[in-house]
T-cell receptor
Framework: GAGVSQSPSNKVTEKGKDVELRCDPI?????LYWYRQSLGQGLEFLIY????????KSGLPSDRFSAERTGGSVSTLTIQRTQQEDSAVYLC????????????FGQGTRLTVV | TQLLEQSPQFLSIQEGENLTVYCNSS?????LQWYRQEPGEGPVLLVT?????EVKKLKRLTFQFGDARKDSSLHITAAQPGDTGLYLC???????????FGTGTLLAVQP
């Protein structure tokens, strides 16, 4: 596609429910990132996929969070048993590779846990 | 673990004023990037700097990279309301070269 696409754009869920957030990266980009952002704050790194390498999961805040990337393209971030502190904007980005290459971001999914 | 601290955290100025925001790292930068994020959007790359002492200009924006490659500044001349947004510095770190971001500076330019 023309850019990074995320869905849904907004998600309201009840505490304790599971949610899945989807990211469609730019075609041909081998690197994919997930970040979490609270209002007016910087980006908190969650997970990084690079090609066929094992993902860097060092930013996942708890075992309730997981992500997969199927066929080197679409990625899904899953949050199990959501808590109110999980409320944030979840941003996905892709890039052509590592090094100094530019990361292109989607518009994010705003998750609200009530 | 490398930490990227940005200052100030918030800045509200009038149109036409000049300003400088800073990014400091606990470790030497690999390749520093500056992004701007407008409300409701994802961050967009402004510039990448690699060499210590490097200065890059993008219209009214001037980016400086410290000689020791542990700090950087972004200077905006004659700020305009369109400059409003969250300014983020970023670097690639660790064995996997993941991209991490600083704490951000939220800039509001009043007309």
């Amino acid at each position: 596609g023309a850019g990074v696409s995320q869905s849904p754009s907004n998600k309201v869920t009840e505490k304790g429910k599971d949610v899945e957030l989807r990211c469609d990266p730019i075609s041909g980009h081998t690197a994919l990132y997930w970040y979490r952002q609270s209002l007016g704050q910087g980006l908190e790194f969650l997970i990084y996929f690079q090609g066929n390498s094992a993902p860097d999961k060092s930013g996942l805040p708890s075992d309730r969070f997981s992500a997969e990337r199927t066929g080197g393209s679409v990625s899904t971030l899953t949050i199990q048993r959501t808590q109110q502190e999980d409320s944030a904007v979840y941003l996905c980005a892709s890039s052509q590779g590592g090094g100094g290459t530019e990361a292109f971001f989607g518009q994010g999914t705003r998750l609200t846990v009530v | 673990t490398q930490l990227l601290e940005q200052s100030p955290q918030f800045l509200s100025i009038q149109e036409g004023e000049n300003l400088t925001v800073y990014c400091n790292s606990s470790s030497v930068f690999s390749s520093l990037q500056w992004y701007r994020q407008e409300p409701g959007e994802g961050p967009v790359l402004l510039v990448t700097v690699v060499t210590g002492g490097e200065v890059k200009k993008l219209k009214r924006l001037t980016f400086q990279f410290g000689d020791a490659r542990k700090d950087s500044s972004l200077h905006i001349t004659a700020a305009q309301p369109g400059d409003t947004g969250l300014y983020l510095c970023a670097d690639r770190v660790g064995a996997t070269n993941k991209l991490i971001f600083g704490t951000g500076t939220l800039l509001a330019v009043q007309p």
